[in-house]
Nanobody, 114 residues
Framework: QVQLVESGGGLVQPGGSLRLSCAAS????????MGWYRQVPGKARELVAG???????EYADSVKGRFTISRVNARNTVYLQMNSLKPEDTAIYYC????????WGQGTQVTVSS
């Protein structure tokens, strides 16, 4: 059974930091391209950051310079370090794994508010 389990969300003040984690099981993690997406009510889910199996990364323009995606294959885990958080970063953040199949986590809420 494939599972992607996110953790690390929560409430943070503007300018603060959070680190999201996504632990994968049931897949050959090292071969998967991994990503973080986010969604707010009434809007489409959007890509925040992605990292390929080879370690290449991409970011949404809105988070470049503030967020960093990384992976530790030995731990089957992908991370999203989020710094200088803004209220507009408030969303549910989802972990995604893609190869021939595509899998999603259950999501973790991030709220940026004073």
């Amino acid at each position: 059974q494939v599972q992607l389990v996110e953790s690390g969300g929560g409430l943070v003040q503007p300018g603060g930091s959070l680190r999201l984690s996504c632990a994968a099981s049931g897949i050959a993690f090292v071969f998967y391209n991994m990503g973080w997406y986010r969604q707010v009510p009434g809007k489409a889910r959007e890509l925040v950051a992605g990292i390929t199996s080879g370690g290449s990364t991409e970011y949404a323009d809105s988070v470049k310079g503030r967020f960093t995606i990384s992976r530790v294959n030995a731990r089957n885990t992908v991370y999203l370090q989020m710094n200088s958080l803004k209220p507009e970063d408030t969303a549910i953040y989802y972990c995604n794994g893609k190869l021939s199949n595509e899998y999603w986590g259950q999501g973790t809420q991030v709220t940026v508010s004073s």
